[in-house]
């Protein structure tokens, strides 16, 4: 058995793979597409000390970080349960194979909500995005539109408020659903214009970057099309947690529940990342709570039996 296996090679992954190695234990890793979400975005000018990188170039140094301490990748599959045998827990793959840990790491990461229109795939990093924290600088003084009423939705436009030119937030429903300090907010602000009852049907492009979005008034029936230079989605962000479902605890919203160690509510299980109840999904978060929980996984080992 590994000392230490863990699930998922994003940033997470990769960062408790190196704190874990480098305690001389037997590490390894097993992930469905290692690099994880950083893979699908090009520029990233957000992780302290690299002021400006490429998503797949960061992929590609988080693994070589990684290799250099001789941990096991096994890369290209996935795990498809979790579960306790006596001293180990055991992860098994969907081609049939078992791991087994002393201690595990989840760090399986998350995905965003897509709209699934016409347009969305063939724009994505072209002008649709999902990130604000990320991707909002690329778009001062142009117009965006946001989809989705929600809390992220409308903190997004608050957000982008303060950096573009001007912001449409389209909901589907009749009404935001966003807690009502944050409406109060968004109200006051005189760049914002808010279009509710309205289905997002296409988001339009000239071939290279996104040029607009088309609705349709769910009250008149009417298509509208209004002109944009971007289009953040705002729909959600999925942890890739449905595997675990009652093995251990999860939020409502399917996030692993973690104590301040990254401990889960089952022995031996740590997680991290965004896979994981902790706010704010950002690289150098999900690093950070990697390195975190490594640690927490070695304390567990030292001062148990299993070891
Ligand atoms: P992930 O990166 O999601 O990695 C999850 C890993 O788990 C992957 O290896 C995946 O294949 C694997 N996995 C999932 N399920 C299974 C399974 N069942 N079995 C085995 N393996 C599994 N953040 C920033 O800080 N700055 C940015 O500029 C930025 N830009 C972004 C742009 C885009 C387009 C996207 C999508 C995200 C962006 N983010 C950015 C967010 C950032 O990528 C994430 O916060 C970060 O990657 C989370 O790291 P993670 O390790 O928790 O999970």
Redesign the pocket.
Same mark, same amino acid.
């Given at each position: 058995p590994y000392d230490v296996l863990i699930?998922?090679?994003?940033? /997470?992954?990769?960062?408790a793979a190196v704190y874990a190695a480098r305690k001389g234990i037997r590490t390894g890793v097993? *992930?469905?597409?290692?690099?994880?979400?950083?893979?699908?975005?090009m520029?990233?000018?957000?992780?302290i000390s690299i002021p400006e990188t490429e998503?797949p170039k960061f992929a590609a140094a988080l693994e070589q970080h990684v290799k250099e301490y001789g941990v096991d990748i096994v890369n290209l599959?996935?795990?498809?349960s979790l579960r306790a045998n006596g001293r180990y827990t055991e992860?098994v793959?969907?081609s049939g194979g078992v791991l087994r840990g002393k201690s595990v790491i989840l760090?399986?990461? /998350?995905?965003?909500r897509e709209v699934n229109v016409p347009g969305e795939q063939q724009y994505?990093?072209k002008g649709v *995005?999902?990130?604000p924290?990320?991707?909002g600088p690329l778009f001062k003084g142009k117009d965006v539109a946001v989809i989705g009423g929600g809390n992220s939705g409308v903190e997004a436009a608050i957000d982008l408020a303060g950096l573009v030119k001007h912001v449409t937030l389209i909901e589907f429903a009749d009404a935001l659903r966003a807690d009502a300090v944050l409406q109060r907010k968004l109200l006051s602000l005189e760049n914002v214009t808010i279009i509710t009852s309205a289905q997002t049907t296409e988001i339009h492009g000239d071939g290279s970057k996104v040029t607009g979005l088309s609705y349709k008034d769910r009250k008149s029936d009417a298509l509208l099309r209004l002109d944009l230079d971007g289009v953040f989605v705002q729909i959600g962000l999925v942890p890739?947690t449905?595997?675990l479902k009652g093995t251990l605890a999860l939020s409502r919203h399917g996030e692993i529940e973690i104590d301040a160690k990254g401990q889960t509510s089952m022995a031996g299980v740590f997680a991290?990342?965004?896979?994981?109840t902790v706010p704010y999904?950002?690289?150098?978060?999900?690093?950070g709570?990697?390195a975190k929980a490594a640690l927490g996984a070695f304390d567990y080992l030292i001062r148990s039996s299993v070891s």
């Open positions: 699930v998922g090679g994003g940033p /997470a992954g990769a960062a097993v *992930a469905e597409r290692f690099g994880g979400q950083v893979l699908d975005t520029a990233i000018e957000n992780y998503g599959q996935s795990a498809e992860v793959l969907s760090s399986t990461g /998350a995905r965003w994505r990093n *995005a999902y990130c924290h990320c991707d890739n449905e595997w991290a990342g965004d896979c994981t999904k950002q690289i150098i978060i999900s690093a709570d990697g």
